[in-house]
């Protein structure tokens, strides 16, 4: 089992950036990627950057030049740097860490609020 605490989500005004970080504990080996997905208001769960296995990374195109995906692999932690915000990535923002295939390997964290004021 594995539990995801997410932490640094907060109101910022437009331009403004945030870093949202995400602890993992427990057994991570068989996750093979590790992201962060964003859900406006009214809107589905939308992927928004991901580390996937053999390296490579992924980022939504609203995001591509303003938001940065890291980890650490010693703290079993991965954040999301968000720069030059705008009020369209006001979203609960979760992280995600699955295994691509085994659909058994999927945990979320609690969610984490960001919004962005105008």
């Known amino acids: 089992q594995v539990h995801l605490v997410e932490s640094g989500g907060g109101l910022v005004q437009a331009g403004g950036s945030l870093r949202l970080s995400c602890a993992a504990s427990?057994?991570?080996?068989?996750?093979?990627?590790m992201g962060w997905y964003s859900q406006a208001p009214g809107k589905q769960r939308e992927l928004v950057a991901a580390f996937i296995s053999g390296g490579s990374t992924y980022y939504a195109d609203s995001v591509k030049g303003r938001f940065s995906i890291s980890r650490d692999n010693d703290k079993n932690t991965v954040y999301l740097e968000m720069n030059s915000l705008k009020p369209e990535d006001t979203a609960v923002y979760y992280c995600n860490m699955k295994n691509l295939l085994d659909s058994r390997v999927n945990y979320w964290g609690q969610g984490t609020q960001v919004t962005v004021s105008s």
């Open positions: 427990g057994n991570i080996v068989s996750i093979n990627v």
